[in-house]
C-alpha cells in the first residue's frame, strides 16, 4: 500500500471555527489531491498540487485553501466551516501525468469532518 | 468542460457471472487517461485499472477489463466471474493530459448475490 496518511481521521467542529486537514505522504509523489466525497456527487476535487508551493484549484475550492511546503505535506485549510462542508475528505498522490503512462492515483484513508 | 456520466446508480449480479459497469466521458482533450476506482463499505478507494486514450488495447488487470471505446466516449468495466468481496461502489474517473485534474463519476453500487 502506498504510504498515505490523513490526520485527523474524524473531527466533529463548530460553524465558524477554522480547520485544517493535514495529508502526509512517503512516496515522494509529485502531484498530490484534495477532493470530498458527498452522497450522489462521488468524488469532487478540491485542490491539487504538482510540486511544493505549486498549487491549483479543482471544481469546488470555494471556502478552501491549501498549502504545500514540504513534499511530503499538504495542508487543507476550511477558514471558516460551514455545515456545507460536512463531508468526508479524502487525499491522493500520483507521480507522473497520464502522457507518461501507465498512471496510478493513490488515495488515503479519508477524513470525515463534521460541522455542526 | 470534463465530464464523467455513471448512469447506473445501482446493480445486482449473480456469483460467478460476468458483469458490466457503464461510464462515458466527455473531454475535448486528445491525450487523457480513464480510470475505475473500488469503495467497500469499509470506506477506502482501491485503484483497480488504467486506460490511456492513445492505448489501442483494452486495459486488463485480473478479473477487471476496461472496454475502450473511444468514437463512443465510453470506457466501461467489465469484472468476470463476479464474487461476493466485489460487492461495493465503483467509480469511473478521468484526467485530462495538461492539468493534472481527476474528475469523478457518482459512482455505481454493485451487490453480487450468492
Known amino acids: 500500500d502506498a504510504g498515505i496518511t490523513q490526520s485527523p481521521r474524524h473531527k466533529v467542529t463548530e460553524t465558524g471555527t477554522p480547520v485544517t486537514l493535514r495529508c502526509h505522504q512517503t512516496?515522494?509523489?509529485?502531484?498530490m489531491y484534495w477532493y470530498r466525497q458527498d452522497p450522489g456527487h462521488g468524488l469532487r476535487l478540491i485542490h491539487y498540487?504538482?510540486?511544493?508551493?505549486?498549487?491549483d484549484k479543482g471544481e469546488v475550492s470555494d471556502g478552501y485553501s491549501v498549502s504545500r511546503s514540504k513534499t511530503e505535506d499538504f495542508l487543507l485549510t476550511l477558514e471558516s466551516a460551514t455545515s456545507s462542508q460536512t463531508s468526508v475528505y479524502f487525499c491522493?498522490?500520483?507521480?507522473?501525468?497520464?502522457?507518461?503512462?501507465?498512471?496510478?492515483?493513490?488515495f488515503g484513508p479519508g477524513t470525515r469532518l463534521t460541522v455542526t | 468542460a470534463q465530464k464523467i456520466t455513471q448512469t447506473q446508480p445501482g446493480m445486482f449480479v449473480q456469483e460467478k457471472e460476468a458483469v458490466t459497469l457503464d461510464c462515458t466521458y466527455d473531454t475535448s482533450d486528445q491525450s487523457y487517461g480513464l480510470f475505475w476506482y473500488k469503495q467497500p463499505s469499509s470506506g477506502e478507494m482501491i485503484f483497480l485499472i488504467y486506460?490511456?486514450?492513445?492505448?489501442?488495447q483494452n486495459a486488463t488487470e485480473g478479473r477487471y477489463s476496461l472496454n475502450f471505446q473511444k468514437a463512443r466516449k465510453s470506457a466501461n468495466l467489465v469484472i468476470s466471474a463476479s464474487q461476493l468481496g466485489d460487492s461495493a461502489m465503483y467509480f469511473c474517473a478521468m484526467i485530462g493530459a495538461n492539468f493534472n485534474k481527476f474528475y469523478f463519476g457518482s459512482g455505481t453500487k454493485l451487490n453480487v448475490k450468492p
Open positions: 491522493a498522490i500520483s507521480e507522473s501525468t497520464v502522457l507518461a503512462g501507465p498512471y496510478e492515483q493513490y
Open positions: 512516496e515522494n509523489h509529485r502531484y
Open positions: 498540487s504538482y510540486g511544493v508551493k505549486d498549487t
Open positions: 486506460q490511456g486514450s492513445y492505448d489501442e
